[in-house]
């Protein structure tokens, strides 16, 4: 879709600086923009490199100018790009409309313009909000409770009686609500402690392709406001997370765990069961969290530690066989030391 | 659903002490339990908080007494609550019957009392024991037998030939029978090997959500009886897992391992291909098993470790620049001390 | 299906030493075969027991004779009994046709020889090429291309405009297309980045069960020829992976990494975002790739090392204890020997 620069800084309540009129069709990374792309100055480093960038216009933090070039100045650039990407390459929804292959059932509330895909299948008592786009082979059993403006993408399963906000996105190929890992020992064998609480996703939460988000045993998993997951992230049940949490992808979170606000989890990092994490606390990739952790922290390794200690210790790791040798050899200086102590002095 | 104290003692086999009409409509853990539901004591630990619980009733360990409470006396108090809690939240089964819109193939063989919910589509020569509950979007290829009171949730797909017992529950996701890894080289270049095995489940398998089980090679992966399995967990062509084994969420199994009875996987540990571990094997956190594993051991750590070991050895990773320093200031003595050796005495 | 040793040695290109008319109705690994099976001698290790596999028949390297026995002599045995295999056992394909079951959007082209099970969900401008064959539950969004003698397995997701190339295997649940995990931080708060790229997979590809691709942010993200995963596998958005890379299960690739020709990356590793990585390289398992890797290296470990650092490394983790207490010792005599030096002589 075609704009020219002034309709795009309107868009992201920019000031133009340069040609107002230039056509813009597309958007491009720093490096790859043409001229009818427009780009954006993510970080200070990119400025030095601006005279070899084509493109027909670049989106530039306050404070910035350059003659000849056709800028958007605005206080956040990277905010404002998500803007314009959303403005040139619009999100093209569903038809509205409950598609005719779609199986319904009883006692179904739904609210306005509301688009449900072909094969979908909504159980009895599911109640959805407003502007909810459920794109095709979506499942939802009895009495789930959905918000307004939700998008969930194919292959999707909520379980009953989960309860989805707002403004929330599901990506493909997600469970929510399957029962907990929960068995109790029979001498050898596993008895199946029945799951029959729920899991509660709040608004604003972005949630990753092919994660699983058990229910409760009882009461509920609950993913709080703004949380974000990437693919095949795991939550058990009876966890907590935290707001505007955001988890990396292959990250897991064993039972009843208490995540804080703003957490960050990278990649297949795992946190055990029963701990309560802090707030603003940062766990690296790979790490294994298997104590409290404190506000404000970044923790990384398996177990963790505390990150600078990590950092200091691996770099140790990999000289390991080198201080073993080094310990062999002092080891022999001092046995010679010994010795030659207790020969008589020449 | 509401009961009195007695029918729940009943249930579970277990003796009233206190009010047997006192009315239970719930369930709860024994922090967050109303004087409307019951808890249960998991622990010795927890009697000395009996006082400050709130529950209307109790189910608690042989021995146990406490004069004004409602309890119900039972040997095993987890298993007896888990059977409270289908008392209270029963299982709601779907209709039975084959939904209008399931596509059945030929030579479909159909035990009594079966359930197959919307849109699920099974393959021809499929065959299905009694009392099974199939639930949406579940797709089962040719030839494919599932024995008796299995439940399968939507978007579960079991490719053909696969064999499932009875009293086996498949959770969302799940994938059975796809193809192993196995490929020729041929120069830089793949060669497909062609998978023309099963995935063979036995009686009282558990599968997590979005797992992924190959098929054998030739031949079959064989998941014993009593098997549990968390969420995303892998497990490869040919893989044997004894009976009663549990696997923690994202925890994989490369092809050709064999696994004992009652092995514990613990969540996003790792086994090798080929190696052979014993009975009672317990597997830590993120471990890395390399090597055969005998019966009854703990191991830790990638690559693994007897757990004892890798515990003293992680208590030290975090001290190895502290130790490292030692080791340098040692150096220096001792180079002191051998400069001091060479010199003429005061 | 039963062959004679004859025509199997016709299919492989191989000479038959023993009896041609040697009827063989089934492929089984080298331990396991009885004398209606062929089975292959993958190594010079086997030949040494040679005497006592009960095959039928056995597929040999060049040089080998034994005579009594039916052998089949080709250049490279375990490439020949791949052929075998599909010799033996014929992939079944699906009946051929459109199911009546499925949906079909606008500007449908269709290919010859196109196979569509049940309940596909086929978006409008959707394009097969010839002998596809789509398996049930399958859905590819708006805009898809996909090539020539492509098979996709039940619960696949093919999100809007993502090219699949020719000879392309899709096993069930993988998910290709979705977002990628990107957001700018607007306080503690996430501001989502659309993602208005694809995913791109060229030629002879496979992938495993349960994976995730995300789309490019811009552009796309790569899967270059003759590139296979295994499951529950995670490629993030930009990624470009290198031809003939193969990734064991459970690896993960974070955005914009760059991968070389003939990757191999074990199970469970993990590969941090914007790296570049050369040809030839080898991650091993449970590693955590941090930094750029040069061509035809092999590292291991989280974060990584040169795979030889890392193997003698860890060989000293088990005795860090034991050393820790070397180094007390040698401390302690050390001490001893300053505290002599500075005594008088005796």
């Known amino acids: 879709m075609e704009k020219t620069l002034a309709e795009i800084a309107q868009a992201v309540n920019g000031a133009v600086l340069g040609n107002p009129d230039q056509m813009i069709s597309g958007a491009a ?4 923009a043409s001229d009818k792309d427009i780009t954006f100055v993510a970080a200070p480093k990119f400025l030095k490199t601006m005279d070899s960038c084509k493109a027909g216009a670049m989106i530039v933090p306050e404070g910035v100018s350059r003659p000849g070039a056709n800028l958007v100045v605005v ?16 999100f093209m929804p569903q038809k509205p409309g409950i598609h ?8 179904f ?4 313009n ?17 502007h909810v786009e459920i794109h095709p082979h979506v499942v939802i059993e009895r009495n789930v409770v959905i918000g307004d403006h939700v998008l969930i993408h194919p292959h999707v399963t909520i379980l009953e009686r989960c309860r989805i906000g707002s403004r929330v996105i599901i990506h493909a190929g997600t469970v929510i609500g399957s029962d907990g890992f929960g068995f109790a020992p029979d001498g050898e064998r596993w008895i199946k402690i029945p ?37 095949l992230v795991h939550i058990a049940h009876n966890v907590t997370v935290g707001e505007n949490s955001v988890f990396a992808a ?21 946190i055990t ?9 940062v766990i690296g990739p790979q790490a294994g969290v298997t104590r409290a952790v404190p506000d404000n922290t970044i923790v990384s390794g398996s177990p963790e530690m505390p990150h600078k200690t990590w950092l200091r210790a691996m770099s140790i790791i990999p000289r390991l066989p080198e201080i073993k040798k080094q310990i062999l050899e002092l080891a022999k200086k001092v046995n010679r030391l010994e010795q030659n102590k207790d020969k008589p002095e020449a």
Chains 1, 2, 3 share one sequence.
């Open 75 to 90: 206080k956040n650039p990277l905010i404002a790009f998500t803007k314009v990407l959303e403005l040139l390459y619009p």
């Open 273 to 281: 069961g029963h701990l309560k994490l802090g707030d603003n606390v």
């Open 195 to 231: 799951h029959k609480g729920i899991v509660q996703i709040d608004d604003d939460v972005e949630i990753g392709a092919n994660n699983a988000i058990d229910r409760g045993t009882l009461g509920r998993t609950w993913i709080r406001k703004g949380v974000k997951t990437d693919n």
């Open 29 to 32: 990374p720093f490096d790859d």
């Open 250 to 270: 292959q990250a897991g979170v064993a039972g009843s765990a208490t995540l804080g606000r703003h957490t960050t989890v990278a990649g297949q990092a795992g």
């Open 114 to 130: 509301v688009s449900i895909g072909p094969f979908t299948a909504i159980a009895d008592g599911v109640c959805l909000g407003d």
């Open 100 to 107: 005719p292959t779609a199986v319904v059932g009883e006692r």
């Open 109 to 112: 509330v739904c609210g306005r």
